[in-house]
């Protein structure tokens, strides 16, 4: 199996949700945004966060963890620009880091996703490899695509160009021959958060 990390992009405006939702409370306690990432420390493969520039990390995760993962934090210069300034961010810095030139697979994981089960991860890094871009698509009726979105690493030098927009849809409609979908059973696929009442029917 190649070697996996996860990037969570985290650094969105929230514009839909009124307010900063990273930090919207679970009924356990738990904000939004770390119970995506305690979703993503289950599936024990190395991970990057990815904040706005001006954020305060020991605000939104707790001092104890953002001194704890300081070296995992990553800012986006141009998260203003949208999901897909974050990802050429994101990428960038990734195709930088000496430390992780043995990754061959990073996986696009949406901070406000905090349904997503390790299995379903799982079940997309075993489809995995340096050359193909992997995504779940949930069983029976409902048969979108959903997150997270596995890149090999051959795609990494295109999604650091991106500069704007959506994210990287551009990207998968230019190499459709190389998509690999996943059939699976986890409805957490499609459970993003853009408002306060999403956020009820989640929790």
Not at 21 to 40: H, P
Not at 155 to 177: F, N, P
């Amino acid at each position: 199996m190649n070697e996996s990390i996860i990037l969570v992009m985290a650094a969105g405006q929230s514009r839909r949700f009124g307010s900063d939702k990273r930090q919207a409370r679970l009924g356990n306690g738990q904000t939004l945004l770390m119970a995506t990432l305690s979703r993503v420390m289950c599936c024990e493969v190395d991970w990057r966060l990815l904040l706005r520039e001006d954020d305060d990390p020991a605000a939104l995760l707790g001092e104890a963890f953002a001194r704890e993962h300081a070296g995992r934090i990553w800012h986006a210069l141009q998260a203003g620009n949208g999901l897909g300034g974050s990802l050429g961010d994101a990428f960038r810095q990734l195709s930088g880091e000496a430390a992780l030139a043995h990754v061959q697979v990073a996986a696009v994981w949406l901070a406000d996703m905090a349904q997503i089960t390790p299995q379903t991860f799982h079940a997309l890094q075993a489809q995995a490899d340096g050359v193909h871009i992997v995504r779940p698509r949930l069983e029976g009726e409902d048969s979108r695509p959903g997150h997270p979105v596995l890149f090999g690493r051959t795609l990494w030098a295109e999604l650091a160009t991106l500069e704007g927009g959506e994210g990287a849809r551009e990207v998968i409609a230019r190499h459709r021959e190389a998509l690999r979908e996943v059939a699976v059973g986890d409805a957490g696929i499609h459970h993003d958060i853009d408002t306060p009442a999403m956020l009820k029917l989640r929790d």
